[in-house]
């Protein structure tokens, strides 16, 4: 993989990288040199993908994660750290998503998106800036330059309009929009470039089940290649 970025001597985080776009980004930053931390549930899945990595000359360590935990965000985040070094770069990715009417949708369906889409995005970003900002307040008083770090969330289209039985995905990822706004304006100011990314209509693991359905297929045929994208697009 031809890339024209270098991130070597980086360290990279990436929540829900035991699937679609989650282990995409880990392959692009690994190819472009960084250390990359594995972060999911399913540790077996992330072990894959550290083989993998580490086969095509990359390296990769793995934690496991869930983001619904604080407790598991605070030590994933001291284990990433403890093995790799500090954290450069977040890639903060976990999702999940559910289809149903908003009439349909219950206090558990509501509570299993918001809690990992957006609760989850809020609690990992906080931790890993919390160190980001502690090692920056370090670089001034020693007069040196802020390092340069980087926070990405992953949101979504779905959170810059709203798409039919997905709603509270899409209410989910529009926080997440807002909330990325709210982190770049405090925490610039300790060096840190915090971005969403709202990716399209990809086929991936979470979501697929939406596809299979009449709305989905609806929406298919309404995109201009009548086709979605894939994670290596």
Wanted: aromatic share 4%.
């Amino acid at each position: 993989m031809g890339l024209s970025i270098n991130l070597e001597g980086k360290v990279a985080l990436v929540t829900g990288a035991s699937s679609g776009l989650g282990t995409r980004f880990s392959n692009v930053l690994a190819a472009a040199g960084a250390k990359v931390v594995l972060a999911s549930r399913r540790v077996e899945r992330l072990k894959e993908l550290r083989a993998s990595i580490e086969a095509d000359g990359g390296s990769a360590h793995v934690v496991q994660l869930d983001v619904t935990d604080p407790d598991s965000i605070r030590a994933a985040v001291a284990h990433a750290e403890t093995e790799a070094g500090a954290i450069d770069i977040l890639v903060n990715n976990s999702g999940v998503s559910t289809t149903q009417k908003l009439t349909d949708v219950t206090a558990d369906d509501f509570d299993f998106v918001f809690d990992t889409n957006t609760r989850g995005a809020f609690f990992v970003a906080q931790e890993v800036a919390k160190r980001m900002i502690a090692r920056a307040k370090g670089a001034e008083k020693l007069g040196n330059p802020l390092p340069q770090a980087r926070i990405v969330n992953i949101a979504s289209v779905a959170g810059l309009k709203v798409l039919s039985q997905i709603g509270v995905y899409c209410m989910s990822k529009a926080a997440v929009v807002h909330m990325t706004k709210a982190m770049a304006l405090e925490w610039a100011r300790h060096g840190i470039n915090t971005n969403a990314i709202c990716p399209g209509y990809i086929d991936t693991e979470i979501n697929h089940h939406h596809w299979d359905t009449d709305a989905g297929q609806k929406l298919i045929q309404m995109l201009p290649r009548k086709r979605l994208g894939q994670p290596e697009d």
